[in-house]
């Protein structure tokens, strides 16, 4: 069969990144690459006091990079909190940023450089390609293996209970440090929440209307590698392989998604995120069943594809039936913690209009495979509103 994407003219854009056990002391190496002086370290409120966070300060005293620090960030990082990240970073004369923690943190320093570089408010940047200068050296540490923030074009920045995006070659960091160590200290939900996330970015590149060949076998292979290892992973935090299992998944996906684009899993799980201020791999864990059952028919192949990457032996099974598997066997990568998610986090009916309009206004939705209009949207809502876990 021949490949769909033959021959169709595709970019690909992805930073500089590091992989390994104390990735993250080089640090304070890149920043004197990239002739910092003066760093702000923008950094997950919970993280400062970690072991392994001495050890990144460490690297950056020893090329003698002085450094601000700011952990002003919460879930889903605020215009606000830009705002004083940037006015931060002017009052004490940074020209670089080192960003350690999730993808908030790392969205909040996306940010934080574009103000640094532009000027303005952040919301003058909402949208595709509105990022004009560059921004200053951007050094990431993820500690989460999920959001891909720190290799992606995307920054997610929240106003007004509305989560918004910025998408933008200008956003994408200068390297990414991925060391699992920095992995170990996260708690369960996080480790859920974040490679759920990871597994819908997957999803969502391969079924993508801009995907690639290139794409499609990163996403493929996050998809492969979540499928299987995620509740093993929360059980036992502390194993370092299994750990970097999800942290080369997370990778996989990133590019993937960074390159290829999303769809109406993001788009809607964006609404929601904003409106409920929940984390983003529980809103796209609520949104994902009924957004597959909508995108199915648009490209069954491709969840032929997805299934047997998951495991599932899709070559006896109908469309409808495999449409059913397939969405058990993704409520089931995260184990128990799926019902949790569904169980407390229910949304109420009467945000219909607001989310409808939102989704249908999301960058991500241009790339879905199929573009649901208003009326489906709204269905589609409802059948979120009344999800039930099997």
């Known amino acids: 069969m021949q490949d769909e994407n033959m021959g169709e003219l595709r970019k690909f854009v992805s930073p500089e990144f590091i992989t390994g056990i104390n990735s993250r002391i080089f640090a304070g190496r890149y920043a004197k690459n990239f002739r910092a002086g003066k760093v702000l370290l923008t950094v997950d409120p919970n993280i400062s006091n970690i072991w392994w966070m001495d050890e990144i300060l460490h690297s950056l005293d020893e090329e003698r990079?002085?450094?601000?620090?700011?952990?002003?960030?919460?879930?889903?990082?605020?215009?606000?909190?830009?705002?004083?990240?940037?006015?931060?970073?002017?009052?004490?004369?940074?020209?670089?940023?080192?960003?350690?923690?999730?993808?908030?943190?790392?969205?909040?320093?996306?940010?934080?450089?574009?103000?640094?570089?532009?000027?303005?408010?952040?919301?003058?940047?909402?949208?595709?390609?509105?990022?004009?200068?560059?921004?200053?050296?951007?050094?990431?540490?993820?500690?989460?293996?999920?959001?891909?923030?720190?290799?992606?074009?995307?920054?997610?920045?929240?106003?007004?209970?509305?989560?918004?995006?910025?998408?933008?070659?200008?956003?994408?960091?200068d390297v990414s440090l991925l060391d699992p160590q920095t992995l170990t200290t996260q708690p369960e939900e996080v480790t859920y929440g974040s490679g759920i996330d990871a597994l819908f970015h997957a999803v969502e590149a391969f079924c993508s209307n801009g995907s690639s060949r290139v794409t499609d076998i990163f996403a493929l292979k996050a998809i492969e590698e979540l499928s299987s290892g995620l509740v093993e992973v929360a059980e036992d935090p502390l194993n370092i392989e299994l750990r970097e299992k999800t942290m080369f998944a997370s990778l996989y996906a990133g590019l993937a998604f960074s390159n290829a684009g999303l769809g109406l899993i993001h788009a809607m799980s964006h609404s929601i995120g904003g409106?409920?201020?929940?984390?983003?791999?529980?809103?796209?864990?609520?949104?994902?069943?009924?957004?597959?059952?909508?995108?199915?028919?648009?490209?069954?192949?491709?969840?032929?594809?997805?299934?047997?990457?998951?495991?599932?032996?899709?070559?006896?099974?109908?469309?409808?039936?495999?449409?059913?598997?397939?969405?058990?066997?993704?409520?089931?990568?995260?184990?128990?913690?799926?019902?949790?998610?569904?169980?407390?986090?229910?949304p109420k009916r009467d945000l219909e209009e607001t989310i409808v309009k939102r989704t249908s206004n999301d960058p991500c939705i241009a790339t879905n495979p199929g573009i649901p209009n208003e009326d489906e949207l709204g269905k589609i809502w409802r059948e979120i509103s009344g999800i039930q876990i099997p």
């Open 65 to 173: 990079v002085e450094y601000t620090e700011f952990s002003g960030v919460t879930e889903n990082p605020k215009r606000y909190e830009v705002m004083k990240g940037a006015e931060l970073f002017r009052e004490n004369r940074c020209d670089g940023i080192v960003a350690v923690g999730g993808g908030s943190t790392l969205d909040c320093a996306k940010g934080i450089g574009i103000i640094a570089a532009n000027g303005g408010d952040i919301t003058e940047y909402i949208g595709v390609d509105l990022v004009s200068s560059p921004m200053p050296p951007l050094i990431c540490i993820p500690t989460t293996a999920g959001s891909s923030a720190d290799v992606s074009q995307y920054a997610v920045i929240s106003d007004n209970k509305y989560k918004k995006l910025i998408i933008s070659k200008s956003v994408v960091p």
């Open 275 to 346: 409106l409920l201020d929940i984390s983003h791999g529980v809103s796209s864990m609520l949104v994902a069943g009924p957004a597959i059952n909508y995108n199915y028919a648009f490209c069954p192949e491709k969840y032929r594809k997805i299934s047997a990457a998951m495991g599932i032996d899709e070559s006896r099974l109908t469309d409808a039936e495999l449409k059913e598997t397939l969405i058990n066997a993704i409520y089931d990568v995260a184990g128990e913690y799926t019902g949790k998610i569904i169980g407390e986090f229910r």
